[in-house]
């Protein structure tokens, strides 16, 4: 799925009967970052195969989530190999109330592994910041990015090194966490620790890893089969294309399926985009739609919008179409979803960011620079409300006019038609147009 949190997601098909997807569009805007991949019965439902291409993955002990589906990276899906990104896999598998998830749950012997003192230093890094610019990024502290650095680097360690010669793991594990020490005078690890709780780790999931390449291959070119690839954020958190530098440290976008996993580009097909009904953002950054006032919290409010990772509330604004049309462009996307569309019934009317004015002249592109982006004064069609409650909604006649009329509007701005549109948090809240 190719998406952002603003506005975006997709997932394509490859080859015949085979199924990709990308991330989501968010602004870091979460506008993007639907429900659909939570609860609406769309192409995961049929998937024979979930693959994650991008981002990272962690399993924790958590309760159920919305929509009955448990929060994290792992799924009630079959065979599923981690992306070959750094950033892959902190081992802390639990079954999450999965049954034998540990037959089902593939990971790649290429994926790169994050430490605790990546984790350590994620969050020295943001403290730093704070004290010398005045803000942070607002990472989830979790590790991704110092992982990735290892990566760039060339001194990462991978799943493939866990499982090879421990004496030599540990010798270049050692040698990482020196390296970081130095950077970071006051860092504390345990290495010998550490190196304990991995060895275990290593054979817990010796019988789940596998060459993701290989497996790859040969799930697209044995029996056909319908492969659904998730990718864990969105297309404007995508450290190329998003806003940069408040973004995730891989590529979020639809080139992220074939450097995630291995897989060429002539084997990927349908691009669906999933967007939210309006746009969110975690954190700080440029939010050109964004809402500070009663709109904005009645957004907040009847979204449930907090961030996942780290509970914080998500930023809420009207729908920024110059971010969908943006996160278009980039990914290619083939239909859409249009999710949360229920959190909009209230309102008596609907404001949607159509383009962008610099210095008072209409800009036909998406900026680069953060500065510039705070600049932007949004021009907005203005839509009348519907004040019908549509979670009842489960096909397109069930909509009242206007929600309709909505749906089209972005249609039409977008040049990509709408395929779902959610209305709730329930695994049937999905009506399909086509």
Known sequence: MAATEATGQAARQVGPGRWSGAGRQHSKPDAVRGSVEEAEPWPRAWAQGVRRACGNVTWTEAPRGRGGRPPGGARPALPCPRADSAACCRLRATSAGLKDWEKRLIISDRAHLVFDFHQAVDGLQEVQ????????????????????????ARAGLRVCDLLSDFDEF???FRNLARQHQ????????????????LKGFAERIRPMVRDGVYFMYEALHGPPKKILVEGANAAL??????????VTSSNCTV??????LG???????????????????VGVGAFPTEQINEIGDLLQSRGHEWGVTTGRKRRCGWLDLMILRYAHMINGFTALALTKLDILDTLD????????????????YFPANQ??????????????????????????????????????????????????VGVGKSRDSMIQLF
């Open 263 to 281: 897989i060429p580009p002539q084997n990927i097909g349908e691009v669906y985009g999933v967007v939210k009904a309006y746009t969110t953002r």
């Open 170 to 172: 540990s010798a270049r």
């Open 255 to 260: 080139g992220g399926v074939c450097t995630g």
């Open 182 to 197: 130095s950077m970071f005078p006051t860092l504390e690890t345990d290495v010998e620790g550490q190196l304990k709780k």
């Open 371 to 420: 500065e510039i982006l705070q600049k932007v004064e949004v021009e907005y069609e203005t839509l009348p409300g519907w004040k019908t409650d549509t979670t009842g909604a489960r096909k397109w006649e069930d909509l009242p006019p206007q929600a309709q009329s909505y749906i089209r509007f972005v249609e039409n701005h977008v040049g990509v038609a709408v395929k779902w």
């Open 129 to 152: 910041r704070q004290a010398q610019e005045g803000k942070n990024i607002g990472t989830t502290r979790k590790g991704i990015g110092p992982a990735y650095s290892s990566k760039a």
């Open 349 to 364: 009317e609907v404001k949607v960011g159509v383009s962008y004015k610099l210095s008072g002249k209409r800009i036909p």
């Open 237 to 246: 958190l995508d450290i190329d294309f998003g806003t940069y530098p408040f």
